[in-house]
C-alpha cells in the first residue's frame, strides 16, 4: 500500500539481523558475510575489495550482519533490473537513517514510491536540470578559486577539509537559499551527522539542522525567493500546499543526499590524482575530453549503494527472494561489473560510454546528478590549473570510515 506522506508513519518492519535470522528458503551456499561499508577488508581499500567480490562472491548473495540481512546484488544487470522495477523493489522503509517515532517524516522524495514519487520530483526538476545547474557554473569557478586562495602558498592543504568539503557546502547554501556565512557551522554538522560514528554527536547534530531548517522554512513562508527551499515550502502536490512533515522530510534530505556524496566523491579522486601525477597530466592534456574523465573517474569512485525492500516474492538469477526481505544494489561493485567494463578497474578516459551506476538508475537516479558531475568537473578543471603537480604527502596512510558513504578521512597533499 502506498504511503500517505502528508500523515506519516513509521514502519513496523521486523529487523532481520545476523546468523540467527536467515529465512530457511535461503540456500546455505549463497550465505556470506562481507561486511560493506564496515569490515576490516573493505575498509583497509574499499573499491579495490569491492571489484575484488566479482572474482569470489555469487552474483546474487544474502549477506549477513549484525547491521542487518539483505539481499546483494554486484551485477550491474540486477541492479538496473532492481532500480527500475519499483512495484517490486519497493523504498518504503527502505533508508536507514532513524528518527524519531513521535516525530516521524518521511525522506522525500527517496522513500516515495511511485506514482506519488514524481509529483514530488516535479517541484525540484527545473532547478536541477542540466540547463538550471549550468547557470551555476561560474559561481562553482569562482568559490573554487576563493578556496584554492586560501592554501596555495602554503604549498600544502589537508583536502578534505580545505577544499573537499566547503566546496559542496557552499554550492548547496547557495542553492537553498541560505547565507554563506553559515559555512563552518553546516560542515560541522554535516562532519557530525554523517561522520561521526558516535551516536550521540550524531543525534545532537541532527537536533541543530532540524531545529535550524524548521526557522528556515518558516522564515521562507513568510518571505518567498527562488531558492529550493523556498520552492519547496511553496509548491502543492495534489492541488493542496505539503504539510510540514513533507516540506521537513524533503529539505533534511537535500541535506543527507547533496553534501556527504559530493566530499568523498572528490576526497576519493583527489587521493587518486596526489598518486597519479601521470594521470593529472593526461587530464590537463586533454582539455575536450573532459566529461569523459568525469564520467569514468565517476565509475571508478562511485561512492554509495541503493536499498530496497521486496515489495512481492520475486525469482533473479533462480535466487527466490521473499516478500518484506531487504535488498542492496552495491553500485560501486555495479561499476566494475567486467561484462560491463572491460579491464574495469583501469581509470580509461576513452572507455566506450556505457551507464555508470554511481548515481543509480530508474526513478530515483540521483536529482543532484548533473550539479554533482559540474562541481567535478570544474573542482578538476581549476585545481589542475592551478595546482597541476601534487602529490599525496609522503608516508600517507589512507583511512576509510565505515558507514553508507565511502571516502578517505584525510587527504593531506603537496606541492
Ligand atoms: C557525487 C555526488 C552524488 C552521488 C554519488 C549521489 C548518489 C545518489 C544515488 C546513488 C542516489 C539513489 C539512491 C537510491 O537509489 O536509493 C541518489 C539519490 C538522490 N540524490 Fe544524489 N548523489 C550525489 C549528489 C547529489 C546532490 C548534489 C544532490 C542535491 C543537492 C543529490 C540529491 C539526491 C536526491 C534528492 C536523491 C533522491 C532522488 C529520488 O528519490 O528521486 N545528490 N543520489
Keep these: ?12 518492519f521486523p529487523r532481520v539481523a545476523g546468523r540467527d535470522n536467515i529465512p530457511g528458503h535461503v540456500p546455505a551456499e549463497l550465505v556470506r558475510s562481507v561486511g560493506i561499508a564496515t569490515g576490516p577488508e573493505f575498509l583497509a581499500a574499499p573499491h ?7 572474482a569470489k562472491m555469487p552474483p546474487v548473495f ?8 539483505a539481499w546483494h546484488l554486484i551485477k550491474h544487470e540486477d541492479a538496473l533490473f532492481m532500480l527500475r522495477h519499483p512495484e517490486i523493489f519497493t523504498n518504503e522503509g ?3 537513517f532513524p528518527r524519531d517515532p513521535d516525530d516521524y517524516f518521511y525522506f522525500i522524495p527517496i522513500e516515495i514510491d511511485p506514482p506519488h514519487h514524481r509529483k514530488y520530483r516535479a517541484i525540484l526538476d527545473p532547478v536541477f536540470s542540466p540547463k538550471a545547474v549550468l547557470a551555476l557554473e561560474g559561481k562553482i569557478r569562482a568559490l573554487c578559486n576563493d578556496l584554492i586562495d586560501e592554501f596555495i602558498d602554503r604549498g600544502e592543504c ?12 557552499s554550492v548547496f547554501l547557495d542553492l537553498m537559499g541560505l547565507p554563506q556565512d553559515k559555512r563552518d557551522t553546516f560542515v560541522k554538522w554535516a562532519v557530525d551527522l554523517l561522520h561521526s560514528q558516535n551516536r550521540e554527536t550524531m543525534a545532537e547534530a541532527m537536533q541543530l539542522i532540524s531545529s535550524y531548517l524548521k526557522e528556515v522554512i518558516a522564515e521562507k513562508t513568510d518571505s518567498p525567493d527562488d531558492r529550493v527551499i523556498s520552492r519547496i515550502v511553496h509548491a502543492t502536490v495534489d492541488d493542496r500546499p505539503m504539510s510540514p512533515p ?8 537535500l ?20 598518486q597519479n601525477p601521470a594521470r593529472c597530466r593526461e587530464i590537463i592534456a586533454e582539455p575536450d575530453n573532459i566529461n569523459s574523465q568525469v564520467e569514468e573517474l565517476l565509475r571508478v569512485y562511485s561512492v554509495t549503494f541503493s536499498g530496497r525492500m521486496l515489495a512481492q516474492d520475486h525469482v533473479m538469477r ?3 527472494m521473499k516478500k518484506g526481505e531487504r535488498i542492496t544494489a552495491v553500485l560501486p561493485a555495479c561499476n566494475y561489473d567486467p561484462d560491463v567494463f572491460p579491464d574495469p578497474t583501469t581509470v580509461d578516459f576513452h572507455r566506450a560510454r556505457k551507464p555508470i551506476l554511481a548515481f543509480a538508475g530508474g526513478v530515483h537516479s540521483c536529482m543532484g546528478a548533473h550539479l554533482a558531475r559540474l562541481e567535478v568537473k570544474v573542482a578538476l578543471q581549476e585545481w589542475l590549473r592551478r595546482i597541476p603537480e601534487f602529490a599525496l604527502k609522503p608516508d600517507t596512510r589512507i583511512e576509510y570510515r565505515p558507514g553508507g558513504v565511502v571516502g578517505p578521512e584525510q587527504v593531506p597533499l603537496t606541492w
Design 62 to 69: 544474502y549477506d549477513v550482519s549484525d547491521y542487518g540481512n
Design 158 to 169: 589537508e583536502f578534505t577539509t580545505e577544499f573537499g568539503r566547503p566546496l559542496p557546502v
Design 255 to 274: 541535506f543527507i543526499g547533496g553534501l556527504d556524496t559530493v566530499f568523498a566523491t572528490l576526497n576519493n579522486i583527489w587521493q587518486w590524482l596526489g
Design 48 to 54: 579495490e575489495y569491492m571489484a575484488g567480490l566479482h
Design 246 to 253: 513533507e516540506i521537513f522530510g524533503f529539505v533534511i534530505f
Design 318 to 320: 533462480g535466487v527466490a
Design 94 to 96: 527502505a533508508t536507514p
Design 1 to 12: 500500500m502506498a504511503i500517505d506522506a502528508a500523515h506519516p508513519v513509521p514502519p513496523q
